[in-house]
């Protein structure tokens, strides 16, 4: 079983920039494709977008193409979220999960996500 924690919220001006960090541990991240999901105040929780356990594959919300790029470092076990030019409506607690299924793409469904971070929180100010 793997250990997920994020890392990298905060406070940000509308327009700035954040990256977002999704440390492993207890097995080697390698082992999973890896999504991001966030939950705004008063919404479902929805995705963000997914990477490939080799990270040559991702998948985005058609919304956050553009902005958000997921990356990964197999050998720091660490999966990344970068954010650019964010919006208020980007508010959000952010997480990561992974999915340990070998499947033909990468999944964008919650319910194939078997583990998941305690979340972490952006703001982001008009």
């Known amino acids: 079983q793997v250990q997920l924690v994020e890392s990298g919220g905060g406070l940000v001006q509308a327009g700035g920039s954040l990256r977002l960090s999704c440390a492993a541990s207890?097995?080697?991240?390698?082992?999973?494709?890896m999504g991001w999901f966030r939950q705004a105040p008063g919404k479902e929780r929805e995705v963000v977008g997914a990477?490939?356990?080799?990270?040559?594959?991702?998948d985005y919300a058609d919304s956050l193409k553009g902005r958000f790029t997921i990356s990964r470092d197999n050998a720091k076990n660490t999966v990344y979220l970068q954010m650019n030019s964010l919006k208020p409506e980007d508010t959000a607690v952010y997480y990561c999960?992974?999915?340990?299924?070998?499947?033909?793409?990468?999944?964008?469904?919650?319910?194939?996500?078997?583990?998941w971070g305690q979340g972490t929180q952006v703001t982001v100010s008009s």
């Open positions: 999960a992974a999915d340990k299924w070998y499947r033909s793409a990468v999944t964008s469904l919650q319910s194939e996500y078997d583990y």
């Open positions: 207890g097995r080697t991240l390698s082992s999973y494709a």
């Open positions: 990477i490939s356990r080799s990270g040559r594959n991702t």
